[in-house]
């Protein structure tokens, strides 16, 4: 492709110039230097027709390499076509052949003025460079303008000296043509292309690298790809990522005689490069950027020399690492390379890269990342960046190759990057390998492919390693990865299959014996009827020689009774602390930990829950697969959602992301991102989230059971109580199937008796909540016993349920952990049924409590319940109270008053006969109001310091407050900062900054 010469308008002006002098009578010598493809040729005949339209007559030469070898090969093509002159050639004799050559030249001149123009005059014969160079001192008292190009690129091989290297600088006019600037060559893309984007664009003008050959060639190739309905959306052809796809290939080609016009050494450097590039990490969109292993600035700590890349890549390719430095600081000015954000010389575009690798062998890109690699070990680089090159070496056979690539692999785990630890550890196998470590490697491999949601490739090498010699504990290890990827895949009764085989292997080892039956145990939670059979043994096995199921396996069974609402919280934890003290095979501890934690949850010992499950994570082998390690995260999100942190929640269960490929179905953590999102009011996002999920090909198991309950109180939120109704009798029937009666995993039966009241169905909502609440007593935590009172009262109804809703806000307030979700439903539940009986302006004082609670909280479909709920009631202005201290309730201010003179959180629990948490909560709420971050700034906020120690009440008086103050608790203790009146930044650091200040 040709088309207008852009930027070189200085250079034609001293063509003309000259042209002009050479007119008149006095000529001279103009020397077009630049780099291969910056266009030397084009302003050359540029100047060659503008002489010849101004009178001149044209004499051309074009060197190439093959002339070289015969003298005068140059001037002869200059003056060969001179039909006098055809007849000569040249003597023996050097000397008289160039004076012979010289004379014919001024006789030529004498007919008129002469443009004598030579390209690429660093490729002519030695004999044709002494006679220019001596015509250059004549020429100037002759009409006779000399132009030549000559290159002038830095290559690794140093070039002879130049054209005018043995002139006087006052006898040449030099001109070096630089490399395209980006707008030029933007402006050459959009004359091919007009509908181009400004991105399209962009890479086109990267490609072509400030070079105006490469440019256009890839502009011709462009054009000639057939356009189909995969075009650009802005008009313009996709440019493709390799050089494969360009037709007919001019790109490549002009790439190629780049490489070639360089020399075979700088080839060489060049596609090293390009090869080593290919083991560097890069951002998106192809963008260059520093990998997780590798510092921005590039150096460890031992400095620069450790990441060289001029010294890397001087080795890789055997070339003078002082040749090669030079050359890369070259080819950046040029633009052809440009530096990455880690400072690593990248080539300009991807496409620029694969053009310069096209058509080197394999065999040489290979040898190029071995050099590289074993250069980078001897001086120290970092694991990665040395694996990453083995990762396109075949087998090295060598214990450093097999040391590098398993290091990489356990940074990549570590890094939680389980892609790229897979690649890794594929290479590893290339290797050769023992058949036991081999065996450890593909059960490594499975579980990270499995994690990568690659399961038919994980299940696949995960049996391989099942057949390979291993020693009992390994072959445990294999087992277990292999039935949880089975069993993620809906497969529970081959992954049972697999879990009896390997214990059938395992005579003499009764530990790992119970090993392999604690994790078949909990496997079986996938399908109901392998659940049924499999706790069947386990009880008789467990009622008859506990022994023989272990501490794993009895935490199990105390799990059991816990859901099928057989034992007490308090006794499931008794039990569960006595079996944590117990010695437990490593094998097994995983099992225990994360069993132990589940019913710490439900028990509402979430301290000691997330003590565990952080326990557990913490002792899991990061690259095997195991089924705790769902278990224990699925432990987290239940106990993020007992505390109502709807904000971890969303952040853990990326509610904008796609749920877990690697599963067949939703998870429990994909129940808690849809209730997150229904609390936090976003109803619309839970509801696209949970259309992700067609239920209809989801196998049975436990989570499925969560997640119909979350999608009911979806569909409840979103004014669809009959849809909801039926996600939560499906939800009851599943759950009561697999004997989990207890309300502690899912609350199915309250849900339904909410339903069934808001669809007009009284008597069964109230058979429903009555049953509901003599489960809740057997397990007894306050937040189950409060959330079955709450419903039943508003079953009941009348005196009977305003009781049983006073009761059920009791419960939740006085709870030793964080129920503030569930206490703002029980306020709001009171709230409705004092407005009923008329007692409005109690009502009112609940409500506002849970307004301001969901606030604090974030919970704003609960908000925004409550603050109907006041407009129903009569109420008028803020939903939430006002700040400052008359804002306080008559508790919070006398439990302010007594902490403002001196008294203890524990003292005042004692003094008040009330719960220290209860005293904690009102404190938090009376600093929120009162706008104060510390305990030192009551006495001023309270308008005065409270009376001394001293004249506090005495005893009789201490009881009457007592009264006042549990009467008083019905009414507001979460805090809130009027919208109109308090700065956003007040409204942001007040919970973080009192939640601790009201602590003792």
């Known amino acids: 492709m040709t088309g207008p010469l852009r930027e070189r308008d200085d250079a034609l002006a001293l063509l003309t110039a000259e042209t002009e002098r050479t007119r008149a009578g006095t000529g001279g010598l103009v020397l077009l230097r630049g780099a291969t493809g910056t266009g030397r040729t084009a302003v050359l005949e540029a100047a060659a027709r503008q002489a010849a339209d101004l009178g001149l007559r044209v004499l051309r030469a074009r060197c190439s390499p093959e002339d070289t070898g015969v003298p005068f090969a140059t001037v002869l093509q200059l003056l060969g076509p001179v039909p006098e002159f055809t007849d000569l050639a040249p003597g023996g004799d050097d000397r008289g052949s160039a004076a012979r050559l010289w004379r014919l030249l001024r006789s030529y001149a004498d007919e008129g003025p002469l443009l004598v123009a030579v390209d690429d005059v660093h490729l002519a014969d030695d004999a044709s460079r002494r006679w220019l160079v001596e015509a250059a001192r004549r020429v100037d008292r002759l009409p006779v303008l000399l132009v030549a190009t000559e290159r002038s690129q830095y290559d690794i091989e140093p070039r002879p000296a130049g054209l005018t290297q043995a002139l006087s600088p006052s006898l040449v006019r030099t001109h070096t043509l630089a490399p395209l600037s980006d707008a030029a060559a933007a402006g050459l893309v959009r004359a091919v292309f007009p509908a181009a984007g400004p991105r399209w664009t962009r890479e086109c003008v990267r490609a072509g690298a400030g070079s105006p050959l490469l440019l256009h060639a890839l502009l011709d190739d462009l054009g000639g790809i057939p356009r189909q309905d995969g075009a650009a959306p802005d008009g313009a052809p996709p440019l493709p990522d390799t050089c494969a796809a360009l037709y007919p290939g001019t790109y490549p080609a002009a790439v190629s005689w780049w490489l070639n016009s360089a020399g075979p050494a700088t080839a060489d450097v060049a596609r090293c490069l390009a090869a080593l590039e290919q083991a560097w990490p890069t951002g998106t969109d192809g963008d260059p950027a520093p990998g997780p292993a590798d510092p921005p600035d590039g150096r460890g700590a031992a400095g620069r020399a450790l990441t060289s890349p001029d ?31 880690a400072g690593r010389p990248r080539y300009a575009h991807p496409l620029l890269r694969d053009a310069v690798l096209t058509g080197w062998p394999r065999p040489r890109r290979e040898a190029a990342h071995r050099a590289a690699a074993e250069a980078m070990l001897r001086r120290g680089g970092r694991v990665e960046a040395v694996a990453r090159h083995l990762l396109r070496t075949p087998a090295v056979g060598l214990p450093w190759a097999l040391r590098v690539l398993r290091d990489a692999v356990t940074v990549a ?10 690649g890794y550890l594929r290479r590893v196998l290339d ?14 491999l499975g579980s990270l492919e499995y994690a990568s949601a690659d399961t038919p490739a994980a299940i696949a090498r995960l049996a391989e390693a099942q057949h390979l010699p291993a020693d009992p504990r390994n072959r445990v290890r294999t087992a277990v990865a292999l039935g949880t990827a089975l069993a993620g895949r809906g497969e529970i009764r081959t992954a049972m299959e697999v879990l009896r085989r390997t214990e059938g292997r395992l005579s003499g080892h009764p530990g790992l014996t119970r090993t392999v039956q604690t994790a078949g145990a909990l496997l079986s939670d996938e399908d109901l009827a392998t659940r049924q059979e499999v706790y069947r043994w386990l009880c008789e096995t467990g009622e008859n020689s506990p022994e023989l199921v272990g501490t794993a396996g009895q935490a199990l ?27 437990t095979d490593p094998l097994a501890e995983p099992f225990l930990l994360g069993t132990a934690a ?18 557990g994570l913490a002792g899991q082998h990061p690259a095997l697969l195991h089924p705790m390690q769902h278990a224990l995260l699925n432990t987290r999100a239940d106990i993020a959602g007992a505390r109502g942190d709807h904000a971890r929640l969303l952040a853990a269960g990326g509610a904008a992301g796609s749920p877990a490929p690697s599963r067949t179905g939703p998870s429990n953590r994909d129940a808690h991102t849809v209730m997150a999102l229904v609390h936090t009011g976003r109803t619309d996002e839970a509801q696209r989230f949970a259309d992700r999920f067609d239920l209809r090909e989801v196998p049975e198991n436990w989570e499925l059971n969560r997640f119909l309950y979350a999608r009911g109180v979806l569909r409840a939120a979103t004014g669809d109580p009959a849809g909801a109704l039926h996600d939560f009798l499906e939800c009851g029937r ?45 397990w007894n935590t306050s937040r189950t016993v409060g959330r079955a009172l709450r419903v039943l009262g508003t079953a009941t109804g009348g005196r009977r349920g305003l009781e049983l809703a006073e ?12 129920t503030h979700v569930e206490l703002v439903e029980a306020l709001i539940a009171q709230g409705r049924q004092l407005a009923a009986t008329g007692d409005r302006g109690r009502a009112r004082d609940c409500l506002r409590e849970a307004a301001e609670l969901a606030e604090r909280k974030g919970a704003l479909r609960l908000l925004a319940t409550a603050g109907e709920a006041l407009r129903e009631s009569g109420a008028r202005g803020a939903v939430t109270a006002r700040t400052g201290s008359g804002a306080l309730t008559g508790s919070e201010r006398r439990i302010a008053e007594l902490a403002a003179d001196g008294r203890t959180n524990t003292e005042i629990a004692d003094l008040l006969h009330l719960a220290r948490r209860t005293v904690e909560t009102h404190l938090t709420s009376t600093y929120r109001k009162l706008r104060i971050r510390r305990r030192t700034e009551l006495p001023g906020a309270l308008g005065g310091a409270g009376r001394p120690r001293e004249e506090h009440p005495t005893a009789r008086t201490v009881q009457d407050t007592a009264r006042h103050t549990a009467q008083d608790t019905t009414r507001s203790t979460a805090p809130n900062i009027a919208r109109n009146t308090a700065p956003d930044t007040t409204r942001r650091t007040a919970p973080d900054t009192t939640r601790h200040t009201a602590q003792d």
């Open 557 to 583: 069974l105390v799990r059991y009774a816990a859901t099928a609402a057989l034992i007490s919280a308090e006794e499931a934890m008794t039990r569960v602390r006595a079996l944590l003290a117990q010695p």
């Open 413 to 422: 785990v570590h890094d939680a990057r389980p892609d790229d630890a897979v």
């Open 734 to 778: 599943r759950q009561t199937a697999r004997e989990v009666v207890s309300p502690v995993v899912t609350p199915w039966r309250t849900a339904i008796a909410e339903c069934r009241l808001a669809l007009g169905g009284g008597q069964e909502a109230l058979a429903l909540a009555t049953e509901e609440l003599r489960l809740a007593r057997v």
């Open 598 to 615: 589940a019913v710490a949850q439900w028990a509402d010992e979430l301290d000691e829950a997330d003590r565990l499950v952080e326990r």
């Open 807 to 818: 009761e059920a806000v009791r419960t939740l307030r006085d709870a030793p952990v964080d």
């Open 431 to 444: 290797e050769p390998l023992p058949d036991d470590l081999r065996q450890r490697l593909l059960t490594e």
């Open 311 to 341: 010294d890397l890549l001087a080795e890789a390719a055997g070339a003078d690492p002082a040749r090669v430095a030079g050359w890369l600081a070259a080819m950046t000015r040029l633009g052809l390379l440009r530096p990455d954000a």
